[in-house]
């Protein structure tokens, strides 16, 4: 558990200073690769020293011009590296089994929060029961079933 708290908080030190670089004009800028003296690669923005033969590397695409966009988009991908990570981690340590516990708490969560977002968004919601005809719920009942799906949500995926 704590490699997993561990690798959260990298995770959220690297989105920090990605969209840190991302949002400055110097991450565009062309970066130089070369060997020292002493055989160690060196990555700068300026270039090498006299007489040594450098690698030009172009610098990172620059992020869109909506800041609103570029977090978004710099998140999405921190999610999902995360998740991946948390994947291999889960292999490794409890084996496949414990993987596609994973994956179906994952859909569980996902089909309960967007459960959680129609019942917000929407006046009238229809119960859709297995053989059963759809029925409009009354404004206590969907304002019930709010609050039992965030309790559920808290309860099953506050990991997720």
């Known amino acids: 558990m704590?490699?997993?708290?561990?690798?959260?908080?990298?995770?959220?030190?690297?989105?920090?200073v990605v969209t840190t670089?991302?949002?400055?004009?110097?991450?565009?800028?062309?970066i130089y690769k070369w060997?020292?003296?002493d055989g160690q690669t060196v990555y700068s923005q300026t270039p090498p020293p006299e007489g040594i033969r450098a690698e030009r590397l172009s610098g990172a695409p620059r992020s869109p011009e909506d800041p609103v966009e570029a977090m978004n988009q710099l998140r999405e991908r921190a999610e999902a590296f995360a998740g991946r990570r948390e994947d291999?981690?889960?292999?490794?340590?409890?084996?496949?089994q414990a993987l596609e516990e994973k994956k179906k708490r994952d859909e569980i969560c996902a089909t309960l929060r967007k459960n959680l977002e129609t019942l917000q968004n929407n006046p009238r919601v229809r119960d859709q029961s297995e053989g059963k005809e759809p029925v409009v719920?009354?404004?206590?009942?969907?304002?019930?079933?709010?609050?039992?799906?965030?309790?559920?949500?808290q309860k099953e995926c506050t990991n997720n």
């Open 88 to 96: 291999r981690l889960l292999v490794e340590k409890e084996g496949q």
């Open 21 to 30: 670089l991302a949002l400055t004009d110097g991450w565009a800028e062309r």
């Open 137 to 153: 719920i009354t404004e206590e009942q969907r304002q019930a079933n709010i609050k039992s799906t965030q309790e559920r949500i």
């Open 2 to 16: 704590t490699s997993l708290f561990t690798s959260r908080k990298c995770v959220l030190l690297m989105l920090s």
């Open 35 to 37: 060997k020292d003296a």
